[in-house]
C-alpha cells in the first residue's frame, strides 16, 4: 500500500531538480517504515513517521516550501483519516509554489505509475489495515524460509547505495565508539565540577554487543575506528576488544587505510599503550590544553600533568617499536600516530598557542602532531562567546609569537586544518575549526554512544538519538540474519535524518541556546 505524504520542509534553496530527486527518492521512506516495524524499540511508528517528514531537509533555515515522498506499509498505527485529510488540503496548492514548473499531479504520475489517484486514496487508506493482516494471514512458511535467506537489504558496495549514506551524499566510513560514561578527570568545557549522572553498567554496551555493531558498519563501507569516552582506559578488557576490531577490519577491507585509534585524556595510558599497539592500536590522541601544573588542575580539577607527558613520550616509543616510525606514510613522511588535542579557551590558555608548537619539537623532536580546537558548546559546560577563540585569532597569534605558518594539505574528510612551521617542517600544527568554518559538508562520521545510541552529528539534539542497545536486547527474532537485518534499516533510517550541518543549529549561539545535547563525557567526541 502506498500512501503521499505531503509536509512541510524547512529549506533554505530548493531547485526544481531537487524536488524531482526528492519525489523520486522514496527508497528511503520505505526503509524508515520497514525498519521501524521490525524493530522492537520505545519508539511508535507515529512519531517515527513524523521525524521522517524533516529527513530531506538539505538545510535547516527558512523560508519554508514543500516536500513530497510516499512510504510503503506497514503503516497501521498512523491516523490515516487525518493524513488522508491533510493530503487532500496540500495537494491542490502545491501547484502554486513557484519551485515547480509543472503539475504536481504529473510529477507523481511520472514518478510512480502505482500511485494512487487523489480520489481513491482515502479509500485505499481505509483498506490499509485489513489487506495487510489478510498479506500476514495468508503468508505461506515456504515464502518465510525464502526472505529468511536473503538480506532484507541490498548490502551493495555502491557507496551511493550503502545504508551509511545520508541524503547529501555523504558517506559514512569512521564508527567512533564511546566505552565508558565515566572519567578520572573533570574538564571545565566537558562536564560540570560535581560530574554527571552515569548509566548503570547493565545499561551500557558489552564487548559483544560492540563487535556486533562494528562488524554489520564494516560490512557497510567502515574502514575506521575510534575508542572515546568518557575515558576510554577505563573500560575492562580493552586490548582484547581493540584486537577483535582490528581483526574484523582486517577481514573486511581490502584496503590499507584500516584504523582504530583511541581519544584519552593520557592519565594512565603509559601502563596500557605498549599492549595496546601489540594488539592492533593504529593512533592515539591525547587531550591536553596546558603545560601548567597549574592550570592543569585548574581546567581538569585534578592532578596528572607529568603523568600525560610521559604517555606522550610511551606512545612514540610504542609505535616507532611496532611500525618502525611514529608518522605514517612512505618512510614515516606522514602525519603522527601520535597527536595532541589541545581546547583553546580566551584569557585561560591562549597564550601557550607558541609553547605546544615548540614542545612539540624540542621535546618531542617533532614526531607529535598538534592540534588547537575551537572550544564548542555542550550541555553543562558554561559555553560563552565571551572566551571563544576562533581558528583566526589562533593562527594571528602564532604568527605573532614569532613563527610563521605556512599552509599543507589536508587530507580527505579531514576535520582539521594542517599547517606547519618551515624551520620545523617535521611538526604538523592543525586546527580544528568546528565553530568559526565548519566542515560539515565532508562529514563522514557516525556516533555510538556509551549506552548504545547512534548520534549521527555531535551537536544533533538527545531527541535523534536511537538506541541500537534496545534492538539488539529485545530482538523478537532468533535469527542473526533478520536482526542484521533489524539493526541496518534503523541505522539506514537514523543516518537519512542527519541534518547538513551543526545538528540544525546553524551556529554556535544556537546550539548553547538549545541546550538539547548531551554532556560531552556522555558523547564520546
Known amino acids: 500500500m502506498v500512501l503521499l505524504l505531503a509536509t512541510r520542509c524547512v529549506q533554505r534553496r ?13 527508497n528511503s521512506y520505505r526503509l524508515i517504515a520497514s525498519s521501524h516495524h521490525n524493530a522492537s524499540d520505545k519508539y511508535t511508528e507515529t512519531r517515527l513517521l ?65 500511485m494512487p489517484r487523489l480520489q481513491a486514496l482515502r ?53 567512533r565508539i564511546s566505552l565508558s560514561e565515566r572519567c578520572n578527570l573533570r574538564c571545565q568545557y566537558c562536564m560540570p565540577p560535581e560530574g554527571v549522572p552515569l548509566s548503570p553498567t547493565s545499561n551500557l554496551l558489552t564487548n559483544d554487543e560492540i563487535m556486533r555493531l562494528v562488524t554489520l558498519f564494516v560490512k557497510n563501507g567502515v574502514d575506521k575506528v575510534r575508542l572515546t569516552g568518557g575515558e576510554p582506559l577505563l573500560r575492562k578488557d580493552l586490548v582484547p576488544l581493540v584486537h577483535s576490531i582490528s581483526e574484523e577490519l582486517k577481514k573486511s577491507n581490502a584496503t590499507s587505510s584500516n584504523l582504530v585509534g583511541i581519544t584519552t585524556n593520557g592519565i594512565s595510558l603509559s601502563r596500557h599503550v605498549h599492549d595496546l599497539v601489540d594488539a592492533g592500536l593504529t593512533g592515539v590522541n591525547i587531550s591536553l590544553d596546558t603545560l601548567s601544573s597549574d592550570r592543569f588542575q585548574e581546567i581538569t580539577r585534578r592532578k596528572g600533568l607529568d603523568k600525560v607527558m610521559r604517555a606522550i613520550g610511551d606512545s612514540i616509543s610504542a609505535f616507532q617499536n611496532r611500525y618502525g616510525h611514529v608518522r605514517t606514510g612512505p618512510n614515516g613522511t606522514g602525519g603522527s600516530r601520535v597527536k595532541i588535542n589541545c581546547v583553546v579557551m580566551k584569557n585561560f590558555n591562549d597564550d601557550e598557542l607558541v609553547d605546544f608548537v615548540n614542545m612539540a619539537t624540542d621535546t618531542f623532536g617533532g614526531d607529535v602532531d598538534i592540534r588547537f580546537i575551537e ?50 617542517d617535521s611538526t604538523r600544527i592543525g586546527f580544528i575549526t568546528s565553530m568559526s568554518e565548519h566542515f560539515c559538508s565532508t562529514c563522514n562520521r557516525l556516533r555510538i ?8 552529528c555531535l551537536f544533533g539534539s538527545n531527541e535523534k538519538e536511537v538506541s541500537l542497545k534496545d534492538i539488539m536486547r529485545q530482538s523478537s527474532s532468533d535469527d542473526p540474519r533478520q536482526q542484521e537485518d533489524d539493526l541496518s534499516r534503523v541505522i539506514h533510517a537514523a543516518v537519512q535524518r542527519k541534518t547538513f550541518a551543526l545538528g540544525g543549529h546553524g551556529s554556535a549561539d544556537n546550539i548553547a541556546k538549545a541546550a538539547d545535547n548531551r554532556p560531552m563525557t556522555l558523547i564520546g567526541g
Open 50 to 114: 513524523s521525524h521522517a517528514s524533516s529527513m530531506y531537509n538539505c538545510n535547516e533555515t527558512a523560508p519554508s516550501s514543500t516536500l513530497i515522498g510516499h512510504f510503503s506499509s506497514p503503516l497501521s498505527l498512523y491516523r490515516k483519516q487525518q493524513f488522508s485529510t491533510a493530503v487532500a488540503r496540500d495537494y491542490d496548492s502545491l501547484e502554486d509554489v513557484g519551485y515547480v514548473q509543472q503539475p504536481i499531479s504529473k510529477l507523481i504520475h511520472e514518478n510512480n505509475d502505482r
Open 449 to 456: 554512544t556509551a549506552d548504545g545510541k547512534i548520534k549521527t
Open 123 to 175: 479509500e485505499q487508506l481505509r483498506d490499509e489495515k485489513r489487506q495487510q493482516q489478510q498479506h500476514h494471514q495468508h503468508q505461506s512458511n515456504d515464502v518465510k524460509v525464502a526472505e529468511s535467506t536473503k538480506p532484507m537489504i541490498d548490502y551493495s558496495t555502491d557507496m551511493d547505495n550503502s545504508i551509511l549514506t545520508d541524503t547529501h551524499g555523504r558517506h559514512h566510513n569512521y564508527l
Open 14 to 26: 530548493t531547485t526544481p531538480n531537487a524536488y524531482q530527486k526528492l519525489i523520486t527518492s522514496s
Open 375 to 424: 572550544w564548542m558548546p555542550f550541555n553543562d559546560n558554561a559555553w560563552s562567546r565571551s572566551r571563544f577563540v576562533s581558528y583566526q585569532d589562533m593562527v594571528d597569534k602564532i604568527t605573532n609569537g614569532g613563527l610563521p605558518l605556512e599552509r599543507i594539505i589536508d587530507g580527505p574528510n579531514d576535520t582539521t586544518k594542517w599547517w606547519q612551521v618551515p624551520q620545523k
